[in-house]
């Protein structure tokens, strides 16, 4: 693992000064966050470095691959413990702390992102195909947010979830936990803690839906959920250019399942990725998807804490 500090003149590698690195993702922030720790004295043998707002970093695993290319936000200086705290994001915080107005005519989400990239000078990746046409108007939202409505609004017809992210410095959005680490996380692999819950707080068993004026136009539900947990229903009202029937039916929630796990770290393991878990003390066993990550060097140590959601369990 190597950390660089990456100036318009020069390419430092700060790495020995670095004490701790967190590295992490959150599908409900989206921008990916590096956090250091890095010595700083008036020792003249400790070299001098310049970690301020709007420098570069970037982290290089083992193999010189990049992991994380972004800016710094945030800088704090500690007199007493001779420590430099600085924060940094990828290129998605741009999209978050922007503001921008739209009106966008019989397009897809996959346009909608595409134009946005461009507006913002951002190079594209990998856009995820809905081929479902919309509307959207939208005023003083963040960019992030608008990609977001439409890629929810494409997804109430295809029935999947989307994932907005930097890839390779390149905006893509991704089907949520269609990518799976290689990594199987056994007990084999150290791990440290594990937790695994079950909630039905925001099941979702009948969605009944409505025209503008209120009349019926049927109803989408499970039997066997509501025989065995009780009515739990939504309104759903007809939107023009969509199907009813589907939405409903792509609004029902189950029961959910829930982990965290903290095992030895793996850079493939990131939020909107998939894991295949086997823990056999709390029951967390099958595919799950990755909600959280934070992966984290210290003292010569690498762990990861993951916080999961039930994809495929077995």
Known sequence: MKIYLIEPSQRTDITQLTKKIVWSGDEKQAARKMELEVTASTDENIPKISLSPGNMLKLLDDNGEELFAGVIFYQERSRSNHMIRVMAYDSLIYLLKSKATYNFKKTTAESIAARI???????????????????????AQSPYEIITAAYTAAGKQTGKKYNVQMQNGKLSVLEKGTITASLVIGSNLNITDATYSESIENMINRVMIYNDNGDSLGKVESQEWMKK????????????????????????????????????????CLTGKSVKIIEPFTGLKGLFEIATDAHTWQDGSYMMDLGLKFSNIE
């Open 117 to 139: 990239a461009s507006d913002f000078l951002l190079a594209v990746g990998e856009l995820k195909k809905t081929g479902i046409i919309q509307n959207l108007l939208v005023n």
């Open 229 to 268: 947990y009780g009515v739990l229903q939504e309104i759903y009202q007809k939107e023009a250019g969509s199907d009813p029937k589907t939405v409903a039916k792509n609004m029902l929630k189950g029961l959910e399942r829930d982990g965290n796990i903290s095992v030895l770290g793996n850079s493939e």
